[in-house]
């Protein structure tokens, strides 16, 4: 089963408009981490946020973190049409078990128009 | 700095069969994850190795095995390959594997079973 579910599943927007997507997980975590994927492609590392931020930025890129709503949001502003691309959010487990291992959420499929 | 090689980058087998995916990681990290992505199941983590070890494995059947090499190289194998082994097989590498690491991720081996 999936610790986090992204939503929404899928975004349409143009060029210049900001894209905001949100991901909720099950259980405590330690880092909430960010990830984008070209199609077909792996994944590429965004963003982390801990568990005691509440947001965090980075570039172009905004990421919020509400630990009592077990919740997080990643808005893009100014978007391009290079930032067509899956979005997956990803958490680690506050466990003895946790080495190398994230568990996704369903991502958000953003697709840019010029 | 070499990112995260995977080979090879396409494989089509048969059901039955048996095949290894490779994975080079970054030079200097040690920990080594593999995961499957499925349009149907999302990212789903299969194990993770770090010096030569394996520490951590997810839920699969014991078909699906990996190794590590003493030069953190990986590989793995699935054996009697079923048709729902179709999908992305992700290796990502960093560090020490530990939580608040993010994970740099190979381009993926898109396995085929007919």
């Known amino acids: 089963s999936q610790q986090g579910e992204e939503d929404p599943q899928a975004l349409s927007i143009q060029e210049g408009e900001n894209a905001t997507m949100n991901c909720s997980y099950k259980?405590?975590?330690?880092?909430l981490q960010w990830y984008r994927q070209n199609s077909g492609r792996g994944l590429v590392h965004l963003i982390l946020?801990?568990?005691?931020?509440r947001e965090k930025h980075s570039g172009r890129l905004r990421v919020t973190l509400d630990t009592s709503k077990k919740s997080s949001s990643l808005l893009i502003t100014a978007s391009r049409a290079a930032d067509t691309a899956s979005y997956f959010c990803?958490?680690?487990?506050?466990?003895?078990?946790?080495?190398?291992?994230?568990?996704f959420g369903a991502g958000t499929q953003v697709v840019v128009t010029p | 700095k070499a990112g995260v090689t995977q080979t090879p980058r396409y494989l089509i087998k048969t059901r039955g069969q048996q095949v290894t995916l490779s994975c080079s990681p970054i030079?200097?990290?040690?920990?080594v994850s593999w995961y499957q992505q499925t349009p149907g199941q999302g990212l789903q983590f299969l194990f993770e190795?770090?010096?030569?070890?394996?520490?951590n494995k997810g839920n699969f059947p014991g078909r699906f095995s990996g190794r590590q090499f003493s030069n953190s190289r990986s590989e793995m194998n699935v054996s009697t390959l079923e048709l729902g082994d179709s999908a992305l097989y992700l290796c990502?590498?960093?560090?020490?594997?530990?939580?608040?690491?993010?994970?740099?991720f190979g381009s993926g081996t898109q396995l085929s079973v007919l």
């Open positions: 946020i801990r568990s005691n931020e």
């Open positions: 030079s200097g990290h040690r920990s």
């Open positions: 190795y770090f010096s030569e070890t394996q520490r």
């Open positions: 990803a958490t680690d487990l506050r466990a003895t078990d946790s080495w190398g291992k994230l568990q």
């Open positions: 259980t405590s975590i330690n880092n």
């Open positions: 990502a590498s960093s560090m020490t594997g530990e939580a608040n690491e993010k994970l740099f």
